[in-house]
C-alpha cells in the first residue's frame, strides 16, 4: 500500500511581512508487517500530494514613520528641530527600539548672533537640545562620539527575492564635538583605530528551490559484520548551477529519488569473545581490582548466541580482572583514646595524641603531620568533669528524738533536737564536708563551752556528755567550725509528756493504729540511735471541727512523720515519708459543703370568691420556696429536707360569697300538638352564689331543689306557619310518618298536603 507521508513544518523564513514555511513530503510503501520503505514520487497519488510549502506570518511587519521636522527652535545660531516618530504594527509585535529613527537634530538659521550691549540677539522657538546623530544598529549616545568612530544604518532589502543577493548600508566616521554640540563627519583615515565595517553582506530571503535536486552519493556501512546485513543508498542536496552540496533544507521542495537496498556481509559469524563491561572498583585509592564477566562465544542466527569453552577463541584470552585506583589515598587523620581527666571535681583536662596516617600497600602506615589537612584536625584537649567540687557545709539533719525508756547513750548530730530523760549519756558530733573536723570548736548558750569531768571535747570533735541532767545540761549547743555554725537543742522530757506519748504512740507499737496505707508503700529510714533502717509511720490527729455549720468551710489536721521503737521516737520532717509515694495526705479539707438554705413563704393571698371549698368558706395560698442564703436564691426543695416539714402554703378563711345556690336555665318550648296541652321543662345545678362556679357535690343539699317541669298549652294550629324544617320531609310524608307529633310539627307543609291527598282519595271511593 502507497502514501504520502509528511514531516513537520520549519520554521517559517521571516517573522513578519509574508515568509515561506516548508516541510518533507515523501511517498512510502507500508508492508503487511508494519514496516515501511521509501519508494519512487510517482508510486503515490499525485492528485493527493500533500503541500510541501506555505504561507507564514503574514502579517505586516513594524515599522517606524517620521513626520515632517519643525522650524527651527532659534532665529540665531544653532538650535534644535524635531519631528514625531511612531510605530505602526499590528497585534502584539512591536518595532525595535535601536532602530527607531532620531527625533531631534541640530540645525542653523545661518545668522550669526550678536551681543549688543548685554542683549544677546537670540529668539528660541523650542527648547534647545543636541543632535542624536545617525542612527544605526545600535544606539549611539553622545558619550559613545566624544572620540571618532565609526557609526552604521541599517541594512537595506535583500537585492534578490530568492538565492543569493547583497545588501547596503552607509557607514560614516563620525565625532561629537561639545562646543559646537553637533555631530560633524570625518575622513575614515580618523577612525583608524577600529576596522571599518562592511557595507556590503550577502544575503539570502530563501532558496531558489528548483535550481536543487536529491544527488546519490554512496551507500551506508553494512548493518552487520556477519550474518548478513543491509546497506542503504546516501543522498546528499546539489546544487543544479555549480554541483555543490547544501543543506538538505535547500532541497525541501526537489522530488526524491528511490532508495536501493542490499544484503552485505552474509558470511557466518566467527567465534569471539563477549567482553561484559568492567564492575566498580574494590578501592577508591590505594589499588583496587575491578572485574568483568568474558565469554566465548559465536552467533549462529540473528539474536541467537552459542555459549562455547573458552579454548575455542583465540588465545590468550582478555583478562577478567584489571587493576584500578592505584594512586595513594589521601592521608587521614587518627587518634588514640582521652586520657584520665586531671581533676576529680571541678574543671579539668584530658588529652590524646593525634596521628597522620594513609593507606600503602595495603597496610596503615604513619606519615608526616605535614600532610594530613590541619583544617580538619581533630581536637587533642577537651575539659572534663565540669560538675562543680562540693562546698564545705555542715550536715545537718532537721530531727526531733524523744526518749520513752532508758537508753545508756543516745547520739545527736547538728541540726537535732533531743528531748531526753535524766541520767543520760549523750554525744554529740558535728559532721560536715570538705572541713577539718578536729577543728570544731562548741559554744554552750552562746558562750565558749567549758570542759569539765562530765562533759568534754573529744579528739574526733564530738561533744560528750555523761549523766545528763535537768537544770545543768539542757540547753543549746552551737558547733563553729570554718565559719560554719549549726546548733544542736538538749531538753529534758516531763513525766506528763513522758505518759502522753507512750500512750499515743503504743497504739502503733502494737498494731491497733496502722497509717501506712496512706503511703504507696513502706519507707525505710536509718536509726540516729541503732544505725539500721526501721520503717517511718505517718501519724495524724483528728480532722479539727468545720469553720461553718453549712456553705462550705474547712477543717485541718496535724500529719508528723515518725520512727517509732519501744524506747524513743524521732520526729522528722514529714517530707521524708512522702519522698518515695505519689500521695500526700491532705492537711485541709472542705467540709459542710451543703448550702445554708431556710424555707422562706411569701403573703397570703386574698380570700377568693373562686376559691370556695365549703359554705362560707375559701382558700387562700402563699408560695413556700426553699431558699439559699449565700445568694438569696430559689434552690431545689430537696436541699431544705434537713429543716423538717415545709410550712403550709393552702388554708381556709371565712367568705360570705361562699353561700350556695340553684342556677337554672330557661324554660323551653311547650313540648305538645298545636292547640293542644304539653308541658316545659329546665335544668338546675348547684353553684356558688358569688362566681356562679359549680359547687361541690352536695353543698346545696341545705336549699330546696327548683321545679324542673311546668304545664302550657301549644299555640293554635291556625297561629303557626306551615312549613317544612327539613329536606327530608317529602321522605316523611310517603313513609306515612306523619302520625307521629314530631315528624307532624317538623314536616307540616308535607304532612298536610299528604292528608290532602288522603281525603281526596277516600271521597273518590265514596
Same mark, same amino acid.
Given at each position: 500500500?502507497?502514501? #504520502?507521508?509528511?514531516?513537520?513544518?520549519?520554521?517559517?523564513?521571516? $517573522?513578519?511581512?509574508?515568509?515561506?514555511?516548508?516541510?518533507?513530503?515523501?511517498?512510502?510503501?507500508?508492508?503487511?508487517?508494519?514496516?515501511?520503505?521509501?519508494?519512487?514520487?510517482?508510486?503515490?497519488?499525485?492528485?493527493?500530494?500533500?503541500?510541501?510549502?506555505?504561507?507564514?506570518?503574514?502579517?505586516?511587519?513594524?515599522?517606524?514613520?517620521?513626520?515632517?521636522?519643525?522650524?527651527?527652535?532659534?532665529?540665531?545660531?544653532?538650535?534644535?528641530?524635531?519631528? +514625531?516618530?511612531?510605530?505602526?504594527?499590528?497585534?502584539?509585535?512591536?518595532?525595535?527600539?535601536?532602530?527607531?529613527?532620531?527625533?531631534?537634530?541640530?540645525?542653523?538659521?545661518?545668522?550669526?548672533?550678536?551681543?549688543?550691549?548685554?542683549?544677546?540677539?537670540?529668539?528660541?522657538?523650542?527648547?534647545?537640545?543636541?543632535?542624536?546623530?545617525?542612527?544605526?544598529?545600535?544606539?549611539?549616545?553622545?558619550?559613545?562620539?566624544?572620540?571618532?568612530?565609526?557609526?552604521?544604518?541599517?541594512?537595506?532589502?535583500?537585492?534578490?527575492?530568492?538565492?543569493?543577493?547583497?545588501?547596503?548600508?552607509?557607514?560614516?566616521?563620525?565625532?561629537?564635538?561639545?562646543?559646537?554640540?553637533?555631530?560633524?563627519?570625518?575622513?575614515? *583615515?580618523?577612525?583608524?583605530?577600529?576596522?571599518?565595517?562592511?557595507?556590503?553582506?550577502?544575503?539570502?530571503?530563501?532558496?531558489?528551490?528548483?535550481?536543487?535536486?536529491?544527488?546519490?552519493?554512496?551507500?551506508?556501512?553494512?548493518?552487520?559484520?556477519?550474518?548478513?546485513?543491509?546497506?542503504?543508498?546516501?543522498?546528499?542536496?546539489?546544487?543544479?548551477?555549480?554541483? &555543490?552540496?547544501?543543506?538538505?533544507?535547500?532541497?525541501?521542495?526537489?522530488?526524491?529519488?528511490?532508495?536501493?537496498?542490499?544484503?552485505?556481509?552474509?558470511?557466518?559469524?566467527?567465534?569471539?569473545?563477549?567482553?561484559?563491561?568492567?564492575?566498580?572498583?574494590?578501592?577508591?585509592?590505594?589499588?583496587?581490582?575491578?572485574?568483568?564477566?568474558?565469554?566465548?562465544?559465536? +552467533?549462529?542466527?540473528?539474536?541467537?548466541?552459542?555459549?562455547?569453552?573458552?579454548?575455542?577463541?583465540?588465545?590468550?584470552?582478555?583478562?577478567?580482572?584489571?587493576?584500578?585506583?592505584?594512586?595513594?589515598?589521601?592521608?587521614?587523620?587518627?587518634?588514640?583514646?582521652?586520657?584520665?581527666?586531671?581533676?576529680?571535681?571541678?574543671?579539668?583536662?584530658?588529652?590524646?595524641?593525634?596521628?597522620?596516617?594513609?593507606?600503602?600497600?595495603?597496610? /596503615?602506615?604513619?606519615?608526616?603531620?605535614?600532610?594530613?589537612?590541619?583544617?580538619?584536625?581533630?581536637?587533642?584537649? &577537651?575539659?572534663?568533669?565540669?560538675?562543680?567540687?562540693?562546698?564545705?557545709?555542715?550536715?545537718?539533719?532537721?530531727?526531733?528524738?524523744?526518749?520513752?525508756?532508758?537508753?545508756?547513750?543516745?547520739?545527736?548530730?547538728?541540726? &537535732?533536737?533531743?528531748?531526753? /530523760?535524766?541520767?543520760?549519756?549523750?554525744?554529740?558530733?558535728?559532721?560536715?564536708?570538705?572541713?577539718?573536723?578536729?577543728?570544731?570548736?562548741?559554744?554552750?548558750?552562746?558562750?565558749?563551752?567549758?570542759?569539765?569531768?562530765?562533759?568534754?571535747?573529744?579528739?574526733?570533735?564530738?561533744?560528750?556528755?555523761?549523766?545528763?541532767?535537768?537544770?545543768?545540761? $539542757?540547753? %543549746? !549547743?552551737?558547733?563553729?567550725?570554718?565559719?560554719?555554725?549549726?546548733?544542736?537543742?538538749?531538753?529534758?522530757?516531763?513525766?506528763?509528756?513522758?505518759?502522753?506519748?507512750?500512750? /499515743?504512740?503504743?497504739?502503733?507499737?502494737?498494731?491497733? +493504729?496502722?497509717?501506712?496505707? %496512706?503511703?504507696?508503700?513502706?519507707? !525505710?529510714?536509718? $536509726?540516729?540511735?541503732?544505725?539500721?533502717?526501721?520503717?517511718?509511720?505517718?501519724?495524724?490527729?483528728?480532722?479539727?471541727?468545720?469553720?461553718?455549720?453549712?456553705?462550705?468551710?474547712?477543717?485541718?489536721?496535724?500529719?508528723?512523720?515518725?520512727?517509732?521503737?519501744?524506747?524513743?521516737?524521732?520526729?522528722?520532717?514529714?517530707?521524708?515519708?512522702?519522698?518515695?509515694?505519689?500521695?500526700?495526705?491532705?492537711?485541709?479539707?472542705?467540709?459542710?459543703?451543703?448550702?445554708?438554705? *431556710?424555707?422562706?413563704?411569701?403573703?397570703? @393571698?386574698?380570700?377568693?370568691?373562686?376559691?370556695?371549698?365549703?359554705?362560707? !368558706?375559701?382558700?387562700?395560698?402563699?408560695?413556700?420556696?426553699?431558699?439559699?442564703?449565700?445568694?438569696?436564691?430559689?434552690?431545689?426543695?430537696?436541699?431544705?429536707?434537713?429543716?423538717?416539714?415545709?410550712?403550709?402554703?393552702?388554708?381556709?378563711?371565712?367568705?360570705?360569697?361562699?353561700?350556695?345556690?340553684?342556677?337554672?336555665?330557661? #324554660?323551653?318550648?311547650?313540648?305538645?300538638?298545636?292547640?293542644?296541652?304539653?308541658?316545659?321543662?329546665?335544668?338546675?345545678?348547684?353553684?356558688? @352564689?358569688?362566681?356562679?362556679?359549680?359547687?361541690?357535690?352536695?353543698?346545696?343539699?341545705?336549699?330546696?331543689?327548683?321545679?324542673?317541669?311546668?304545664?302550657?298549652?301549644?299555640?293554635?294550629? +291556625?297561629?303557626?306557619?306551615?312549613?317544612?324544617?327539613?329536606?327530608?320531609?317529602?321522605?316523611?310524608?310517603?313513609?306515612?310518618?306523619?302520625?307521629?307529633?314530631?315528624?307532624?310539627?317538623?314536616?307540616?307543609?308535607?304532612?298536610?298536603?299528604?292528608?290532602?291527598?288522603?281525603?281526596?282519595?277516600? *271521597?273518590?271511593?265514596?
Amino acid at each position: 500500500m502507497f502514501s #504520502w507521508r509528511v514531516g513537520p513544518w520549519q520554521n517559517c523564513t521571516r $517573522d513578519c511581512g509574508g515568509g515561506i514555511s516548508w516541510r518533507i513530503v515523501t511517498c512510502v510503501k507500508t508492508n503487511e508487517d508494519d514496516t515501511q520503505i521509501l519508494v519512487r514520487d510517482s508510486e503515490c497519488d499525485e492528485n493527493k500530494r500533500p503541500s510541501s510549502r506555505k504561507s507564514c506570518n503574514g502579517l505586516m511587519c513594524p515599522t517606524w514613520h517620521a513626520g515632517e521636522w519643525s522650524v527651527c527652535s532659534v532665529s540665531c545660531g544653532k538650535g534644535v528641530q524635531r519631528r +514625531e516618530v511612531v510605530c505602526r504594527h499590528v497585534g502584539d509585535v512591536f518595532c525595535h527600539e535601536v532602530e527607531k529613527p532620531r527625533t531631534v537634530k541640530t540645525c542653523t538659521t545661518g545668522v550669526p548672533c550678536y551681543d549688543l550691549a548685554g542683549d544677546i540677539q537670540e529668539r528660541k522657538v523650542g527648547e534647545f537640545g543636541g543632535g542624536d546623530g545617525i542612527q544605526g544598529d545600535q544606539a549611539i549616545t553622545k558619550e559613545d562620539l566624544y572620540t571618532p568612530r565609526f557609526v552604521t544604518t541599517t541594512w537595506d532589502s535583500c537585492s534578490a527575492t530568492c538565492g543569493e543577493g547583497v545588501h547596503f548600508r552607509y557607514v560614516r566616521c563620525q565625532v561629537f564635538l561639545r562646543y559646537l554640540d553637533d555631530y560633524v563627519d570625518l575622513p575614515d *583615515e580618523d577612525c583608524s583605530d577600529e576596522a571599518k565595517p562592511a557595507e556590503k553582506e550577502v544575503c539570502m530571503v530563501e532558496p531558489c528551490y528548483d535550481q536543487y535536486h536529491w544527488v546519490p552519493v554512496g551507500m551506508t556501512a553494512c548493518s552487520h559484520t556477519c550474518l548478513g546485513g543491509i546497506q542503504e543508498t546516501i543522498f546528499a542536496c546539489m546544487s543544479k548551477v555549480n554541483q &555543490m552540496t547544501v543543506a538538505d533544507s535547500f532541497c525541501a521542495e526537489a522530488p526524491h529519488v528511490q532508495v536501493e537496498r542490499r544484503v552485505c556481509n552474509d558470511r557466518p559469524c566467527p567465534q569471539r569473545w563477549d567482553l561484559g563491561a568492567f564492575g566498580s572498583c574494590s578501592k577508591s585509592c590505594g589499588g583496587g581490582v575491578k572485574s568483568r564477566a568474558v565469554k566465548c562465544i559465536q +552467533e549462529y542466527a540473528q539474536n541467537s548466541v552459542l555459549n562455547l569453552p573458552d579454548f575455542m577463541c583465540a588465545q590468550p584470552g582478555p583478562p577478567f580482572t584489571t587493576y584500578c585506583n592505584d594512586m595513594d589515598c589521601p592521608a587521614h587523620w587518627t587518634v588514640g583514646n582521652w586520657s584520665m581527666c586531671s581533676v576529680t571535681c571541678g574543671i579539668g583536662v584530658q588529652m590524646r595524641i593525634p596521628l597522620c596516617q594513609r593507606v600503602q600497600n595495603s597496610s /596503615l602506615v604513619n606519615v608526616s603531620l605535614s600532610d594530613c589537612d590541619v583544617t580538619v584536625k581533630p581536637l587533642t584537649e &577537651m575539659s572534663c568533669n565540669l560538675t562543680a567540687c562540693p562546698q564545705p557545709k555542715i550536715k545537718v539533719n532537721k530531727l526531733k528524738l524523744f526518749q520513752l525508756n532508758k537508753i545508756r547513750t543516745i547520739r545527736l548530730s547538728a541540726g &537535732m533536737e533531743g528531748h531526753i /530523760l535524766p541520767d543520760t549519756n549523750i554525744v554529740i558530733k558535728c559532721p560536715n564536708v570538705g572541713l577539718d573536723r578536729q577543728k570544731v570548736t562548741w559554744f554552750k548558750n552562746g558562750l565558749k563551752f567549758r570542759r569539765s569531768k562530765r562533759a568534754k571535747v573529744a579528739r574526733s570533735g564530738a561533744l560528750r556528755i555523761r549523766q545528763a541532767y535537768p537544770g545543768r545540761d $539542757d540547753a %543549746v !549547743y552551737s558547733c563553729l567550725i570554718g565559719g560554719l555554725e549549726a546548733n544542736v537543742t538538749i531538753s529534758f522530757i516531763s513525766s506528763f509528756e513522758l505518759l502522753q506519748a507512750k500512750i /499515743l504512740r503504743e497504739k502503733y507499737l502494737n498494731g491497733k +493504729e496502722d497509717n501506712h496505707n %496512706v503511703l504507696n508503700k513502706t519507707v !525505710y529510714y536509718k $536509726d540516729p540511735i541503732d544505725r539500721k533502717r526501721k520503717p517511718l509511720t505517718l501519724i495524724s490527729t483528728e480532722w479539727s471541727r468545720c469553720s461553718v455549720t453549712c456553705g462550705g468551710g474547712l477543717q485541718s489536721r496535724n500529719i508528723s512523720c515518725e520512727l517509732i521503737s519501744s524506747r524513743y521516737y524521732a520526729a522528722l520532717p514529714k517530707e521524708e515519708c512522702f519522698r518515695h509515694s505519689a500521695v500526700s495526705p491532705a492537711l485541709i479539707q472542705s467540709c459542710n459543703v451543703d448550702p445554708c438554705v *431556710e424555707w422562706q413563704t411569701g403573703n397570703w @393571698s386574698e380570700c377568693s370568691d373562686l376559691d370556695c371549698v365549703r359554705y362560707e !368558706y375559701s382558700i387562700q395560698r402563699r408560695s413556700v420556696d426553699c431558699v439559699n442564703l449565700f445568694n438569696d436564691t430559689v434552690t431545689n426543695s430537696s436541699w431544705c429536707t434537713g429543716l423538717g416539714f415545709p410550712p403550709d402554703s393552702i388554708r381556709d378563711c371565712f367568705n360570705r360569697n361562699c353561700s350556695v345556690k340553684w342556677l337554672t336555665s330557661k #324554660w323551653s318550648e311547650c313540648i305538645a300538638d298545636c292547640g293542644e296541652k304539653g308541658i316545659r321543662v329546665r335544668s338546675y345545678k348547684c353553684v356558688w @352564689s358569688g362566681s356562679e362556679l359549680p359547687a361541690t357535690f352536695g353543698s346545696c343539699d341545705v336549699i330546696a331543689r327548683p321545679a324542673t317541669t311546668r304545664t302550657c298549652k301549644a299555640k293554635p294550629c +291556625e297561629d303557626l306557619e306551615c312549613r317544612d324544617e327539613s329536606e327530608n320531609c317529602p321522605l316523611v310524608a310517603q313513609t306515612a310518618l306523619c302520625d307521629y307529633p314530631a315528624y307532624k310539627r317538623t314536616c307540616c307543609k308535607s304532612c298536610r298536603n299528604q292528608s290532602d291527598i288522603d281525603n281526596d282519595t277516600e *271521597e273518590a271511593k265514596t
